[in-house]
């Protein structure tokens, strides 16, 4: 784990107000393991890192600061029409942005169960 996510976490920790001994419990880890994780002397598994976010009140992506909707949208765009005047290009862009932020919290409103339910 890289210590920029050790540190994610004890912001995350410290932001809530929280002592590690609460955000263990919160994550159902011990103490000490939080500390290792925290200072980045132990790697979390999948499942403990997203215990951790869940505690934390966060996600799996903000804790790694990875963003694949993002990502992926960037990676779509990357080919830019040429028929398009530099105005348009640079409304196109905002609209990529708008769109991309609107799908992140799509996911993250999925991620924590709320969405809509087609009946």
């Known amino acids: 784990m890289t210590t920029d996510v050790a540190q994610r976490?004890?912001?995350y920790r410290t932001q809530l107000g929280l002592g590690q001994r609460a955000a263990a419990q919160s994550a159902d880890l011990s103490?000490?393991?939080?500390?290792r994780i925290e200072t980045g002397?132990?790697?979390p598994t999948?499942?403990?890192l997203s215990a951790i976010a869940t505690?934390?009140?966060t996600t799996?992506?903000?804790l790694t600061d990875t963003h694949p909707?993002?990502?992926r949208l960037r990676f779509a765009a990357r080919t830019k029409r040429l028929d398009l005047t530099p105005e348009e290009q640079a409304s196109l862009e905002q609209v990529?942005?708008?769109?991309?932020?609107?799908?992140?919290v799509n996911a993250h409103l999925r991620y924590i169960g709320v969405g809509m339910h087609h009946g």
């Open 9 to 11: 976490i004890e912001r």
């Open 31 to 35: 103490q000490a393991m939080w500390s």
């Open 41 to 43: 002397e132990k790697e």
């Open 46 to 48: 999948l499942g403990q």
């Open 55 to 57: 505690a934390l009140g």
């Open 60 to 62: 799996l992506e903000a």
């Open 69 to 71: 909707v993002r990502d």
């Open 96 to 104: 990529k942005e708008r769109l991309a932020f609107i799908m992140e």
